[in-house]
């Protein structure tokens, strides 16, 4: 069993930068890759960003490269996502997720374990 719970959301203005958390327990040896999606009102979850196993490779959806960076601490079982230059359209409920593989996919089914999310709202 993997549980992950986020962290770090909230009220922002526009240019303003954020940091998110993700901090894994249970079972975290079948954790490989790590992804951050995020999902405003009346639209789909849509991917962000996500993170192999070390570190070593990521990949992030178009609308937040050069602005959001993620990484991961193993030791620490937590992952992040720096969030700089923040946009009002950035507003949204930012989950964490876990899949057992290191292809980095876009698609919710690629990942097995998913947080309850946190909010980031960033306004004008």
């Known amino acids: 069993q993997v549980q992950l719970v986020e962290s770090g959301g909230g009220l922002v203005q526009a240019g303003a930068s954020l940091r998110l958390s993700c901090a894994a327990s249970?079972?975290?040896?079948?954790?490989?890759?790590m992804a951050w999606f995020r999902q405003a009102p009346g639209k789909e979850r849509d991917f962000v960003a996500a993170?192999?196993?070390?570190?070593?490779?990521?990949y992030y959806a178009d609308p937040v490269k050069g602005r959001f960076t993620i990484s991961r601490d193993n030791a620490k079982n937590t992952l992040y996502l720096q969030m700089n230059s923040l946009k009002v359209d950035d507003t949204a409920i930012y989950y964490c997720a876990a899949g057992g593989t290191d292809y980095l996919g876009t698609s919710r089914v690629s990942y097995a374990y998913w947080g309850q999310g946190t909010q980031v709202t960033v306004s004008s």
């Open positions: 249970g079972r975290t040896s079948v954790i490989y890759k």
């Open positions: 993170i192999s196993q070390s570190g070593g490779n990521t």
